[in-house]
């Protein structure tokens, strides 16, 4: 099972918009709502941010949103601010019973 | 509070073996699926291994089938991980995370750093 494609890294000025691809295949995010995404500092353990496609946590910001469109997932973080600097990860369920969840490659976000 | 705290990891040589624990408090542990996850360093998340919750039911990635033993004690709220055979490439920090909803890891250890080298 191959790693879902994430952009190595992405930039954003205070403020501003950005928005994280995750691309995978017919076979995980194409076939299931059930693409998640985590933000990770470093040193520290990864943290849930968006569930089933677009849901937030309790106590996740607004300013993180997710979409899907086929076999590709979107994680956008409005109003950029320090701390969302930050490697994100998707994930998405897949199925099967020897691999049910294939993460992304990673996003490192950098807050110009 | 969901608290998930890993320990067991250290340096072990090619071909040894380690035992990794993960205590949960916080939630009834026998009512969800937990699995482990690891992270070689500098790279990405890579899921390991999953158990249901009563025990009965594991799953592994094909690179630890046959070599990691995935269990659990519901009595002791305790996860485990036996790594037999170990290579250069399991480095990694192993964190142990709870499934609660729509196969999302809705908590996460703070994980332990595995170094298998000679």
């Known amino acids: 099972q191959s790693a879902l494609t994430q952009p190595a890294s992405v930039s954003g000025s205070p403020g501003q918009s950005i928005t994280i691809s995750c691309t995978g295949t017919?076979?995980?995010?194409?076939?299931?709502?059930?693409v998640s995404w985590y933000q990770q500092h470093p040193g520290k353990a990864p943290k849930l941010m968006i569930y089933?496609?677009?849901k937030r946590p309790s106590g996740v910001s607004n300013r993180f949103s997710g979409s899907k469109s086929g076999n590709t997932a979107s994680l956008t973080i409005s109003g950029l601010q320090a701390e969302d600097e930050a490697d994100y990860y998707c994930?998405?369920?897949?199925?099967?019973?020897?691999?049910?969840?294939?993460f992304g490659t990673g996003t490192k976000v950098t807050v110009l | 509070e969901v608290q998930l705290v890993e320990s067991g990891g250290g340096l072990v040589q090619p071909g040894g073996s380690l035992r990794l624990s993960c205590a949960a408090s916080?939630?009834?542990?026998?009512?969800?699926?937990m699995h482990w996850v690891r992270q070689a360093p500098g790279k990405g998340l890579v899921w390991v291994s999953r158990i249901n919750s009563d025990g009965s039911s594991t799953s592994y990635a094909d690179s630890v089938k046959g070599r990691f033993t995935i269990s659990r004690d519901n009595a002791k709220n305790t996860l485990y991980l036996q790594m037999n055979s170990l290579r250069a490439e399991d480095t990694a920090v192993y964190y142990c995370?709870?499934?609660?909803?729509?196969?999302?890891?809705?908590?996460w250890g703070q994980g332990t750093l595995v170094t298998v080298s000679s």
């Open positions: 017919s076979s995980d995010v194409g076939s299931y709502n059930l």
């Open positions: 916080g939630f009834t542990f026998s009512s969800y699926w």
């Open positions: 089933e496609v677009s």
């Open positions: 994930c998405s369920y897949a199925g099967s019973s020897t691999f049910p969840y294939v």
């Open positions: 995370a709870m499934v609660t909803r729509s196969e999302s890891f809705d908590y």
